[in-house]
């Protein structure tokens, strides 16, 4: 199940702001990246994962990431129903999204950039990497901004 499966708490002070994610726990992560969208025409999608799971944190400006449940990894129905959460660096929430599903994203606003935390390292998840048509399951355009 796809969730936010941490909330950041903030600390703000005359030294400035403090982020903590003292319930993220870093157990399982073997690695991680950054994606930064320097426009909000670029689409990354679809990305599917048999066994990966991935986490997503904004760390400026915002994201619509999309999930959708994967059915057939080989050849997937075009009738899924994906969903998507709108996340701005202000949220402080780190989005999981576990093995099963298929992910991507677009910046809200330019220059935005997210960090991923992945549950695989690089040459494990080059085997469980599955690319679907950016145009299947939701109309990127069209979606509801923050």
């Given amino acids: 199940m796809v969730n936010l499966s941490s909330e950041g708490i903030s600390f703000i002070d005359d030294r400035g702001k403090l982020v ?5 726990s870093l157990e399982k ?11 909000t025409s670029i689409i990354r999608a679809w990305q599917g994962h048999r066994v990966e799971s991935k986490w997503f944190y904004v760390i400026s400006g ?14 997937p129905s075009e009738k899924l129903i994906a969903n998507y959460k709108n996340i701005s660096v202000n949220d402080n929430k780190v989005l999981h999204i576990p093995a099963g599903y298929a992910n991507g994203l677009k910046a809200i606003e330019p220059q935005s950039k997210l960090i991923i935390f992945s549950d695989l390292s690089l040459e494990e998840a080059k085997e469980d990497n599955y690319k679907f048509d950016s145009n299947l399951w ?3 355009d069209d979606l509801k901004s923050i």
Avoid: C, P
């Avoid at 903590?20 to 993220?24: H, M, R, T, V």
């Fill in 29 to 39: 992560i073997k690695r991680m990246y950054q994606i930064e969208h320097s426009d």
């Fill in 20 to 24: 903590a994610f003292n319930d993220f």
């Fill in 138 to 140: 939701l109309d990127w």
């Fill in 62 to 75: 915002s994201f619509t990431i999309g999930y959708v449940k994967i059915d057939d990894f080989i050849t």
